[in-house]
């Protein structure tokens, strides 16, 4: 019986500089590199099946049958897939993840990460890790970093041949560790999809994308120095940056809720006294502090001591996408 079904595991990221914007939507070539670490604690898993029997393709997320515009985002997804090798047959996609959705951690750059190796090797394709990167890619522009192992650079490229993620440094390089305060659970803010595509509409955009080449410099140089106080000051301004764009957009995009803010002056305060800890955040409210692994239990109750905190989600550095069959 040949095998049409594979079962892959995936990590979020997170991402010190930030992807915002693309110059090619559909293909998701972005308007800037990027650069995150993985998150080893939270994954997908998702297994593919290409079944002739199926007169459509299936969705089910966390065991619940998944329809509207998660089962076509797949679904276009696994067309590709199929254009691109000698599969016809639809599929049976079964997902889940072991982090709650609705934190505000993304799951589309672990999903589709998962997805793209999983429905690729069920297809027969032998891909390599930048083919892998570059797949993952079209589906959520985030899963491509997700695709190598701990913290990765997507390149930008100038299209769809060169624009993919690798590797700059293991998990095991730095004990970095990401402490994601979560102030609010509600799922109704603005889509990553709808922010990109007006992301040009901010006179800030252009000249974001003109600096963000000297921000990925300094980022790689501080990951691989180990060096926290540049990494913190880099990590933070171009979260900054990106948030003074969205905040600036037609439509304006503004996702800090109060407690927000006060992470961020407290994060501040806690690096003066000399804890290691920088904040990051995505578009969304949730508020991610990076420190070191040895003042885990510090940040964490020092987070939970502030009013908002609902809850404090806690990742070390992960590794690449991997089949587990
Ligand atoms: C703010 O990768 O989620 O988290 O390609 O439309 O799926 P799509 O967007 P997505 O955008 C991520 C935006 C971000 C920054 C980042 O992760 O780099």
Redesign the pocket.
């Known amino acids: 019986m040949s095998q049409k079904t594979a079962t892959a595991i995936a990590h979020p ?3 010190f ?4 914007g ?1 110059r090619h939507q559909a293909l ?1 070539i972005p308007a800037n590199g ?1 650069i ?1 670490m993985n998150l080893g604690a939270l994954f997908t898993r998702t297994q593919v099946t290409f079944d002739e029997s199926l007169a459509a393709d299936q969705l089910s997320i966390n065991e619940a049958p998944a329809t509207g515009a998660a089962h076509h985002r797949v679904s276009d997804f696994l067309a590709w897939v199929r254009h691109i090798s000698a599969i016809e047959e639809f599929a049976r996609v079964e997902s889940e993840n072991n982090f709650p959705m609705g934190t505000g951690i ?1 799951s ?2 672990s999903a ?1 990460a998962a997805l793209s190796l999983a429905a690729s090797r069920a297809a027969g394709l032998g891909l390599d890790e930048k083919d892998l990167s570059r797949l993952a ?1 079209r ?5 491509c ?1 997700s695709v190598p192992g701990g913290f990765a650079e997507w390149q930008v490229g100038t299209g769809d041949d060169n624009s993919y993620a690798y590797s700059i440094a293991a998990p095991e390089h730095w004990d970095l560790i990401d402490c994601v305060a979560i102030v609010d659970q509600d799922h109704k803010t603005t ?3 709808e ?2 595509a007006i992301a040009d509409t901010s006179p800030l955009q252009a000249m974001r994308i003109e600096q963000v080449p000297s921000y990925l410099a300094r980022c790689r140089e501080a990951i691989l120095q180990r060096d926290f106080e540049a990494f913190a000051q880099i990590t933070e301004h171009d979260c900054l940056i ?1 948030h003074a764009v969205m905040m600036t957009s037609s439509p304006s995009l503004i996702y800090w809720l109060p407690p927000t803010l006060a992470i961020i002056r407290a994060v501040r305060d806690w690096r003066k006294s000399g804890i290691p800890a920088c904040y990051t955040i ?2 969304g409210p949730n508020v991610h502090v990076i420190s070191e692994e040895s003042y885990l239990n510090k940040v964490k109750s020092l987070l939970e001591d502030i009013p908002g905190v609902h809850q404090v989600m806690i990742s070390g550095p992960g590794g690449a996408a991997h089949l587990t069959d």
């Open positions: 990221n997170i991402a500089i930030k992807y915002w693309n998701r990027s995150s993304a589309s750059a589709f890619r589906g959520s522009g985030s899963a970093r889509t990553s999809i922010g990109h990106m995505d578009a």
